[in-house]
């Protein structure tokens, strides 16, 4: 595998045909064009959209509380992919600090395992700020990882509270961890977060309390959905590997239903619409970044000294950008 | 909206990382993007996690007194696969009569213990170009 870093084989077209051959160093450049809304990352992901399959690849959302052991069992559920002798992609997503837009991503620590596999390929992410428990490249990036060969693609979210529901708008089962003593079954049971939970995943089983909080789930799910599916509750112990074999068959179990019922093209739909705003708000963040500083600057200075709304101010800058987008640059 | 993304590792067999935590969330401070990988790491396993995170620099913390050998196998790990472009720098507890065949050997800057975390920062600010 060449690994030349030179200019010519990073064009859009190059990068997306290394993509699809399985070049590990193309889709990790990719990654961070895509991330940095670099120009020719928009063209890489539509190529790879007319190129490769993209319809078979499975998304599986890890979602919950810090802490809670997401990226542990992430870890746990690779390697009984592995042994199934599935390939396995993982973006970890961790919040970037509010104040310096800085992040810390040590979703890592937990998967020291997978070194030498090329089978395994695993991208931290930071959230870059925004809201609901993903960035908004993360559909873009599980794109390009499942256009190089990954059919299964393992998103973990953020440490969520109760609104970072976006994942319920890319994965194809979301996989919801929880653990025994992080607040009351009330609290539990207002967040939305329980909403969007396909399979529940009681976790640290070999903790007090585990098997506990596992039968209060299953009492409470005396309703099923609407599409009769009740999201099974399997108990893990992500540190040891108990009951990891069986949450990835209740994942299974959830995609064969998703099949079965018809659902899988509603999923679809739903991750081509996250997919698209995604690519919209990078678009609106480059056409922000597109704005010459001087004008923004003057702006801004209005603002402070209040000569100008800040309504009235986002009108300005929007005009500013339009008219951008008609000089054509 | 390029970001520097550094990959902090500690390779060897000691156990503190005190260090590279300090250093990670200084990094963090100045607006960067830190990947964390943990202890204990072997030079194979460090190099893949920069490759897969695509980071600009890598950061290398090592107590353990074994810097001479490990240092310079994770620069040629890098060289070997075409990603000598990834900058590499050092910090730990190294002897200053190291320092220069380390840095023969391609870590750009070692920073020894009393380093001030705004020079690191400084550092990187200077050597690595985000486009
Ligand atoms: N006892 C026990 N600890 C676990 C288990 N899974 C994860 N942990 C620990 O919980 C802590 C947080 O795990 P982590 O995977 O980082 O959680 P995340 O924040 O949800 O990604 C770590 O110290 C793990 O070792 C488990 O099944 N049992
Ligand atoms: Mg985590």
Known sequence: MSMSNNKEQQTPESLAERIIGGDRRALARAITLLENGAPQANRIVSLLHQNA???????????????????????????????????????????????????????????????????????????????????????????????????????????????????????????LVLVPGLG??????????????????????????????????????????????????????????????????????????????GLIKVTRKKRIQTQLNGALQGLFRNALAGIASEDLSQVNCQLEQCILDPYSAAETLWNLIIANGKGGK | MATIRVLIAKPGLDGHDRGAKVIARALRDAGMEVIYTGLRQTPEQIVEAALQEDVNALGLSCLSG??????????????????????????????????????????????????STVDVVEFLNKHVNVK
């Open chain 2, 66 to 115: 074994a810097h001479n050998h490990l240092f310079p196998r994770v620069v040629e790990l890098l060289r070997e696969q075409g990603a000598a472009d990834i900058l590499v720098f050092g910090g730990g507890v190294i002897p200053q009569e190291d320092i220069p065949d380390l840095k023969a050997a391609g870590v750009v800057e070692i920073f020894t213990p009393g380093t």
């Open chain 1, 184 to 261: 009351d079954d009330i609290q539990l049971m207002k967040a939305g977060i329980m909403e969007i939970a396909d399979v529940f995943a009681v976790n640290k089983s070999d903790r007090d309390g585990a098997a506990l909080l596992a039968s209060e789930l299953k009492m409470s799910q005396t309703v099923s959905s609407s599409d009769g599916f009740t999201p099974e509750v399997i108990l893990t112990s992500a540190l040891s590997g108990d009951g990891v074999d069986s949450l990835l068959d209740a994942i299974d179990r959830h995609y064969a239903h998703l099949e079965q019922s």
């Open chain 1, 53 to 175: 399959d993209l319809n078979k690849a499975r998304f599986i959302g890890i979602t919950g509380p810090p802490g809670a052991g997401k990226s542990t069992l992430s870890n746990a559920l690779v390697t009984c992919l592995r042994k199934r002798g599935e390939k396995a992609a993982l973006i970890l997503v961790d919040p970037a600090s509010p104040l310096t837009g800085g992040a810390i991503l040590g979703d890592r620590l937990r998967l020291p395992g997978h070194s030498g596999d090329d089978g395994v390929f695993i991208r931290s992410m930071s959230n870059r700020g925004h809201l609901g428990g993903l960035s908004p490249t993360t559909a873009g990036v599980a794109t390009l990882m499942q256009a190089a060969g990954f059919k299964r693609v393992i998103i973990e979210t953020v440490g969520t509270g109760q609104a970072e529901t976006e994942i319920a708008g890319l994965a194809d089962t979301v996989v």
